[in-house]
């Protein structure tokens, strides 16, 4: 009879670090919180579930403060015979990195709830589906960076990515229905693929945590190799899905007007997060030894990203409906090229510390400014259905809200005042041009010229004259901000993003380094 006797028992018992795992179990705990507590609630109290939602998030957000020491807190360790572990046997580990991108996930999160408030209640849906939904997808989004072994991505992009199909769906005007079924089977076969990579990867390294495959593709036989590369090409199909790169991008302008526009906003930046950070750790990490294959790669995908996401902001017409969402769709598109571009980098650098420091620097620019950029089209359309002229002198009708369109479009095209913008620009540029990618600056610098055309465009429809009617009408039917008498008030949803959103934009443009020291590895 075999003897299932281990020299050191105490090996195989694991124990939990509470305290690193927070943020996504308090997300985790406030969605089961609202599920069960929609049961209870009678209709007219109903209004709650976005305030506890809210609430949840904030909550998880400050979870965060605890884990910023100087050394990372790791958990669910593989031990050794001693008893002994490294974060390089672990499954989820709360590192720099991994506080970045769930500071983004979770306050994108929070963003999007405060969005939602007058959205659920606007368009009828389901209050207690929608906020556990909305929270269920952002555990997801923050487990991911943390997640160490391929295992757990791959759970965690599930998580972050079904409730999201379901999102889409809420919308009962025939155009959700459409929107999550495209995202779903896009979503579905790029899953599918990524698991074949990953069983491939499995079976050429005999691991899945992160660094121990690192050292089994290096010493992975002759033979084994070219399972190994297709393996971790096809790994990556699934993260590049959730960025949005080229030619997995298809998806985006049809989800985003199909869906409610603050899940527009979520998967505009939390999608976006979640799936770059997966592309970051599986390349950097788990891939290593084929660094200037998935560089060369990345440098490409990114350059192809940028130009057919510009090119397809610059053919979106102005006076169409939708135009406003799918305007931001594509633009969505082209600076998922400029988020790729240092993590090409990081292929051709001695470490990835710096050009990954860019990249989550980038990242949490776009996201406040991309996230109130959404938020203004809320105000002025109130549906989704709004087009870019239907902005034509917002300026005279609600200067502030006019005013801080301006000041997020000039950030997203990297022009003063939008410092932080620019800022973000420079140090994607710089981290192109330190890895030897001189080409890719080059075509990152076309790209950034042929966007200001868009952007400026819709800027200066902002403060153009109306022609006719000091109302100008969301392509829908409904009353643009302003009303007849230029008085309507935002809600209190709307007006929390709006100053959320604006406020954090113009702290980080006179204050750039609150955000630009991620570059140095280092987020506090």
């Known amino acids: 009879m075999t003897s299932l006797a281990v020299a050191n028992p105490g090996s195989l018992i694991q124990s939990v670090d509470w305290v690193a795992i927070a943020p996504p179990l308090i997300a985790a705990v406030a969605a089961v919180a609202v599920l069960v507590t929609d049961l209870f609630l009678p209709e007219r109290h109903k209004k709650w579930l976005g305030r506890l939602t809210a609430a949840g998030l904030v909550l998880a957000l400050i979870a965060l403060l605890p884990l910023t020491g100087k050394s990372p807190r790791a958990t669910f360790c593989v031990q050794n015979v001693a008893g002994g572990s490294d974060n390089g046997g672990c499954s989820y580990v709360a590192d720099h990195f991994a506080l970045v991108f769930q500071l983004l996930a979770l306050g994108g999160a929070l963003i999007a709830a405060l969005l939602s408030m007058h959205t659920v209640d606007d368009e009828r849906l389901p209050r207690?589906?929608?906020?556990f939904l909305l929270l269920s997808s952002a555990t997801g989004a923050a487990l991911l960076p943390a997640s160490r072994d391929l295992a757990t991505m791959v759970v965690a992009l599930e998580v972050a990515s079904l409730p999201a199909f379901a999102l889409?769906?809420?919308?009962?005007?025939?155009r959700g229905a459409e929107a999550a079924l495209k995202f779903f089977v896009s979503s579905v076969t790029a899953t599918a693929v990524m698991l074949l990579g990953i069983g491939f990867v499995y079976a050429a390294s005999g691991s899945l945590h992160l660094g121990a495959v690192a050292q089994g593709?290096?010493?992975a036989p002759a033979q084994l190799k070219p399972l190994a590369e297709a393996g971790a090409v096809l790994t990556l199909v699934g993260f590049a899905f959730k960025v949005a790169a080229v030619p997995f991008h298809f998806?985006?302008?049809d989800t985003y007007t199909g869906a409610p526009l603050p899940v527009a906003g979520y998967l505009?930046?939390?999608g976006k997060a979640a799936g770059l950070s997966g592309l970051a750790l599986a390349t950097t990490v788990a891939f290593r030894p084929y660094a200037h294959t998935w560089g060369l790669a990345l440098a490409v995908l990114a350059a192809v990203t940028m130009t057919v996401g510009n090119v397809g902001a610059l053919r979106q017409r102005f006076d169409t409906r939708y135009s406003a969402v799918r305007l931001l769709a594509w633009s969505s598109v082209g600076q998922a090229g400029y988020l790729l571009v240092p993590l090409a980098a990081a292929g051709y650098a001695p470490t990835g510390t710096d050009?990954?420091?860019?990249?989550?620097?980038?990242?949490?620019?776009?996201?406040?400014?991309?996230?109130?950029a959404f938020g203004v089209v809320a105000a002025v359309g109130r549906r989704p259905g709004v087009g870019v002229d239907d902005f034509r002198g917002l300026f005279a009708r609600n200067r502030w809200t006019a005013l801080a369109l301006a000041f997020f479009l000039l950030c997203l095209a990297g022009l003063p005042p939008g410092l932080i913008g620019l800022f973000g620009k420079v140090v994607v540029f710089r981290a192109a041009v330190d890895a030897g990618l001189g080409w890719l600056a080059v075509v990152m610098a076309v790209n950034v010229v042929v966007a200001l055309y868009y952007y400026l465009l819709w800027t200066a429809r902002l403060f153009a004259p109306v022609a006719q009617s000091p109302v100008a009408p969301g392509a829908d039917g409904g009353e643009a901000v302003g009303g007849a008498d230029g008085q309507h008030r935002l809600p209190v949803g709307l007006t929390a993003t709006l100053a959320l959103t604006a406020s954090a934009a113009v702290v980080l443009s006179v204050a750039p380094q609150l955000v630009l020291q991620v570059t140095g590895g280092s987020l506090f």
């Open 168 to 174: 889409v769906a809420l919308r009962r005007d025939g």
């Open 268 to 270: 505009s930046v939390v």
């Open 217 to 219: 593709l290096e010493h």
């Open 355 to 372: 050009p990954l420091g860019a990249t989550a620097a980038y990242a949490l620019i776009y996201g406040v400014v991309n996230l109130g």
């Open 128 to 131: 207690g589906e929608y906020w």
């Open 251 to 253: 998806w985006v302008p």
